[in-house]
């Protein structure tokens, strides 16, 4: 199996890290923009799209700032790759931007990238920051 490469990417968003840290971390946060529905038991969330459905562990967190997940299906492979969403604010600007850190295959980048753009563009319009 190939290894999978890591990316980053940036999005400037328009709301309070407070407002954001709550729409990143909680099943029903996540719900609104990154999953039809979202549950979790303890720190493992079934993130559910139509009628696909994936487990995550929860990895880390840090009120205010980030959350950290492993995909099950990674974590059964013994393979270290996760997803990161953070907060991160210009100390001199107070601008606000989401860091997303995520892990795919090297031919699947773009792919990726889109996907995320589009899950990013479904926060902001439930902010009402589009």
């Keep these: 199996m190939e290894d999978k490469v890591k990316f980053e990417m940036e999005f400037p968003i328009h709301a309070s890290p407070q407002l954001l840290y709550q729409y990143i971390s909680t099943p029903s946060g996540l719900s609104e923009w990154f999953a039809d529905n979202v549950n979790s ?3 493992l969330f079934t993130f559910i799209w139509d009628d696909s ?3 995550a562990k929860l990895l880390s967190k840090k009120s205010g700032e ?4 492993r995909w099950m299906a990674d974590e059964e492979e013994g393979e270290s790759y996760f997803f990161e969403i953070r ?3 210009d100390e001199i600007t107070k601008d606000v931007s989401i860091i997303v850190t995520d892990f795919t295959e090297e031919d699947e980048i773009e ?3 889109m996907l995320w753009d589009n899950q990013i563009s479904d926060l902001k319009q439930v ?3 589009a």
């Design 66 to 69: 980030r959350i950290k997940f």
């Design 127 to 129: 902010l009402g920051s």
């Design 87 to 89: 907060i991160q604010v």
């Design 53 to 55: 459905e994936e487990r």
């Design 111 to 113: 792919e990726a990238k």
């Design 41 to 43: 038991r303890g720190e």
